[in-house]
């Protein structure tokens, strides 16, 4: 009988092609609703890999469930709903999908800078709901890019490909980040930090993964501190800004406007987030390419492949795992 995986939510067809294709028996991939705790829990109990989502929440209480795992394939770059410390402890490998994502994300948080600075959405909300009479000078005015300042927060390979971006939109470019950006600075840009950042820019990029320093790193004392009319975007992680400080800064129009890929209790919204007409909400499109899941599919599913033959996978975000005396 071949090995056996778990896949926690529909894949595109060639993420599953490569598994069967190594012989691997493939259970679960039915929809596209996240699989409820319990059934994950009952059917990771026989299974020797998983090739799971964002959304679920790899801890030491399913590892645990599932004694004879041999790896871990997140379906994502990030790695912040897996306990990785937990699945070292117990050998597990773990990897993730980095770097074919970076375009489609890097278009993504383009496409909500647009849509947020030139009021794409209210204004089809207007001419839908008729009420478009015709042209006027005031109507639905919004921030010229053009000369404008962007701020990237984090510059990594996400950050850096919406900063080289901004080039073609006459926009000046900070950033803020730990380590310099070669790209970013071979590009004109200039590395600040967080508090000047905020201050000098007109948008504001989010990029950062999450962990327990980026947590609510943007609130209402920065919110207070960015520019009057200002408007943020972020297609990092939900829980990197405080939505209930971002509510009220957009209600009370200190910032013009956000555009939100990403949500701190995802997927649901705080409370008055739907409600306002200066945000653009999306429902986590930033990698949605066909191209880019696509290899995203292929890339988790080769990953798993290796660790059930007891290789070292590509992307491995444990290293300490694989030492001399393990195979491959």
């Known amino acids: 009988m071949g090995q056996r995986v778990v896949v926690t939510m529909a894949i595109p067809q060639c993420g599953v092609d490569v598994l069967e294709g190594a012989g691997v028996l493939v259970e679960g991939a039915e929809g596209r ?23 679920d929440r790899i801890d030491a209480a399913l590892l645990d469930a599932a004694p004879g795992l041999k790896g871990v394939a997140n379906f994502a770059v990030g790695i912040d709903n ?61 921030l010229q890019l053009g000369g404008a300042t962007l701020g990237i927060v984090g510059a990594g390979r996400i950050g850096t490909a919406t900063g080289l971006r901004a080039k073609a ?32 820019s007109d948008v504001v990029s989010v990029h950062l993964p999450l962990t327990d320093e980026t947590r609510h790193l943007l609130g209402a004392s920065a919110f207070a ?8 975007v972020n297609t990092g992680r939900g829980a990197i800004l405080d939505e209930a400080a971002l509510v009220a800064a957009l209600r009370e129009g200190r910032l013009a406007a956000a555009g939100l890929d990403v949500y701190e209790h995802e997927p ?29 599919a292929t890339m ?28 491959g």
């Open 225 to 232: 501190a960015m520019k009057p009319g200002a408007i943020l």
């Open 268 to 296: 649901a919204l705080s409370p008055g987030l739907a409600e306002l007409d200066n945000v653009v909400v999306l429902p986590h499109l930033g990698s949605a390419t066909m191209a880019t899941r696509d290899r995203m």
């Open 169 to 200: 939109f006459g926009m000046r470019v900070l950033y803020f980040d730990r380590s310099a950006s070669e790209g970013l600075d071979a590009d004109g840009a200039r590395r600040v930090g967080l508090d000047e950042l905020l201050r000098a």
């Open 33 to 55: 609703a996240p699989m409820p705790r319990d059934e994950l829990v009952a059917r990771v109990g026989g299974c020797d890999g998983l090739l799971c989502m964002l959304a």
């Open 300 to 327: 988790a599913a080769e990953s798993l492949v290796a660790m059930l033959a007891g290789r070292r996978p590509e992307n491995l975000v444990n290293p300490e795992v694989f030492d001399e005396t393990r195979p």
């Open 82 to 142: 897996i306990d990785v410390a937990a699945a070292t402890a117990r050998g597990i490998p773990v990897t993730n999908t980095p770097g074919v994502l970076t375009e489609a994300t890097a278009e993504l948080a383009w496409a909500l800078i647009l849509a947020a600075a030139r009021r794409v959405v209210e204004g089809d909300r207007l001419v839908r709901g008729g009420g478009f009479t015709g042209w006027a000078p005031t109507l639905l005015q919004g």
